[in-house]
């Protein structure tokens, strides 16, 4: 029970640090800003690798983990660099 | 003493991560670190990944199912990620949120299947939630995208109360299957919980009009950050949770942002039907409904009030983005510019589809970022502006906004460009805005419509501009004078 509390905590004060992170940000930024915290929540790949690496070749859930991952990944990448993409615009001349 | 020591490494790994994470959402408030801490929330979520890896320890047999769906999602990402026009950003982040949400859906169908054996109540009540989260934010997510891109129209029986039923409906569903599958975590209660939060997603998002769905997004963004949460949950991963938590925030606090910009609030963007639909005889489709005082004119007279201007503000909207006309604005500006004319550009928080997007779009065609100047800063400008330009932009500079109580779009924040001498409003027809809503500002005295293409218009106001001897290598006559 100690493990489901400290998960707690964890959700409490992640919660608190992510309002006060972001609490003021320009307008300009706001869809950069969407889009890459977007890429963070595909922070999911951890779960889908956890899950392929407890799998213990069962194969049906080896493919479900797998296309987990694939789906998780293409947030994660396709987020950070169409996010990078937007901001190398805002360089400044 | 191995292992003890591989699972210090691991959380020392983790820790960096989230202080990463943490500095990277961070950084992408300011202008200046954005880029930076965007790569930092990338390195902190390769981090991350190895962090786990070393923990972990695969077999070479996950290695291989491991490098099948990163090269699939991987190669995926950086192929939607080039190829995407900026314009299409709203669609493509609800993708990639929608993305995010299966793969939470996914994780917790596959340990609810095939380890909930040994899964504890704590990991079945965390599966039935990230399974609910995950597949609404998913189906919710594909529908905004549909709806972005028009290839779903709002159906007529969605703007019925009837739809409150359905939800209804499909929301107790979930809750008897999200109730029953810690007792049965492979049984029935699962697919349904899956069916019912699928439709739900879809039913909650499909009744929302076109001009809202930037604020779903945003919030279907906090939900996909609350499945990755209970992702966390499910396969016992704190940063998974903190990184979830981070995020769902995150959403919530843009979400807000967003409403209030808009002034709507979120209870009426999620359960309101579409703005304006309800209105019936204004504007949609191209009709001419409903003006009687337009005075129109041709590019050539615009250009003369241009010329003649000392201070012109451009107001872009979403339809300069449509006609691909960043670039020739940009052009029209340095003309302007060099004969000597203040140029500015008025921002209003959700020009474009999403807040900021239109500084994206506007960056793109190379417009210095000084130049973009958001409502707040120049609406008490106006008064002393020659002329505006409105290009593709409709509701944001409705006057109604301030004056008619009764206009849907009352005490929305608007670009007050009826304070300018003169307003030339550059539009395809005078069919109404995004939200369906008829503009009084193209009635008024001061304005004049310049009917066309917004890219079409802006080329012709260069080559007119340019005849009327504007921007030639030797100086104008009226700009000696002027000197």
């Known amino acids: 029970m100690s493990s489901l509390s400290n998960s707690l905590w964890v959700l409490l004060l992640g919660s608190l640090l992510g309002l006060e992170l972001i609490g003021k940000v320009p307008p300009t930024l706001h869809t950069p800003l969407m889009s890459g915290a977007n890429a963070v929540s595909g922070i ?7 899950l392929i690496c407890q799998a213990d070749g069962q194969p049906a859930l080896l493919a479900i983990a797998a296309l987990s991952l694939g789906f998780a990944l293409y947030n994660v990448v396709g987020g950070f660099l169409v996010t990078d993409r937007m901001l190398a615009m805002f360089r400044r001349r | 003493m191995n292992s003890f020591s591989l699972d210090l490494l691991g959380d020392a790994i983790d820790l960096v991560a989230v202080l990463l994470l943490a500095l990277g959402l961070k950084g992408l408030s300011r202008v200046s670190s954005a880029r930076t801490a965007n790569g930092l929330a990338a390195l902190a979520m390769g981090l991350a990944v190895v962090g786990l890896l070393v923990q972990l320890q695969p077999s ?19 192929i939607t990620a080039q190829r995407v026009p900026m314009t299409a950003m709203p669609e493509v982040v609800a993708l990639f949120n929608g993305c995010g949400g ?29 399974v609910f989260v995950g597949a609404i934010t998913f189906s919710g997510s594909i529908v905004a995208m549909a709806k972005l891109q028009g290839w779903l129209e709002t159906p007529a029986w969605t703007q019925s109360s009837l739809r409150h039923g359905v ?47 930037p604020v779903v997004i945003s919030l279907l963004n906090s ?23 981070m995020v769902g925030a995150a959403g919530l606090i843009l979400t807000q942002v967003m409403c209030t910009a808009m002034n709507r609030s979120l209870l009426s963007v999620l359960f309101g039907g579409a703005l304006g639909a309800t209105g019936g005889t204004v504007g949609g489709g191209g009709s001419e409904a409903g003006y009687t005082r337009i005075t129109s ?16 503000v451009f107001v872009p909207g979403y339809g300069l983005a449509v006609a691909q006309a960043q670039h020739a604005l940009r052009e029209l500006s340095k003309l302007l510019e060099a004969h000597g004319v203040e140029v500015s550009y008025a921002i209003h928080p959700v020009a474009g589809r999403m807040p900021g997007h239109m500084n994206v779009l506007l960056a793109e065609a190379d417009v210095p970022y000084e130049q973009l100047v958001e409502m707040d800063m120049i ?19 409705n006057p109604d906004a301030k004056s008619d109580p009764s206009s849907p779009l009352y005490g929305m924040p608007v670009l007050e460009v009826d304070q300018a001498r003169q307003v030339f409003v550059v539009k395809r027809s005078l069919g109404a805005g995004y939200a369906g809503i008829a503009n009084a500002l ?3 005295p001061q304005t004049a419509m310049v009917f066309g293409d917004a890219k079409a218009v802006l080329n012709g106001l260069l080559s007119e501009l340019r005849s009327l001897g504007v921007g030639k290598p030797a100086p104008a006559a009226k700009q000696k004078v002027g000197v």
């Open chain 1, 44 to 50: 999911t790949v951890l779960a889908s690798l956890t």
């Open chain 2, 60 to 78: 070479p047999i996950t290695w291989l199912w491991i490098a099948v769906g990163s090269a699939l999602g991987g190669l995926a990402g950086v």
């Open chain 2, 102 to 130: 299966m793969a939470s859906l996914l994780v917790a169908i596959g340990v609810a299947l095939f380890g909930a054996g040994d899964a504890g109540m704590v990991e079945r009540v965390s599966i039935a939630i990230s």
């Open chain 2, 167 to 213: 939800n209804i409906g499909l929301a107790l569903l979930c809750l008897l299957g999200g109730l029953l599958i810690p007792a049965h975590p492979t049984g029935w209660p699962l697919w349904l919980l899956v069916g019912a939060s699928t439709l739900l997603g879809i039913g909650v998002t499909l009744p929302i009009g076109g001009a809202d769905m």
């Open chain 2, 223 to 245: 939900y996909s950050g609350v499945a990755a949460a209970a992702a966390g949950f499910v396969v016992g991963s704190q940063l998974l949770i903190v990184a979830g938590a």
């Open chain 2, 297 to 312: 004119c041709s590019p050539e007279e615009c250009a003369m009030a241009l010329e003649q201007a000392e201070r012109v």
């Open chain 2, 379 to 397: 609406n008490p400008e106006f008064p002393r502006t020659d002329v505006v330009i409105v290009l593709g932009a409709n509701d944001v500079v």
């Open chain 2, 442 to 444: 193209f009635e008024l």
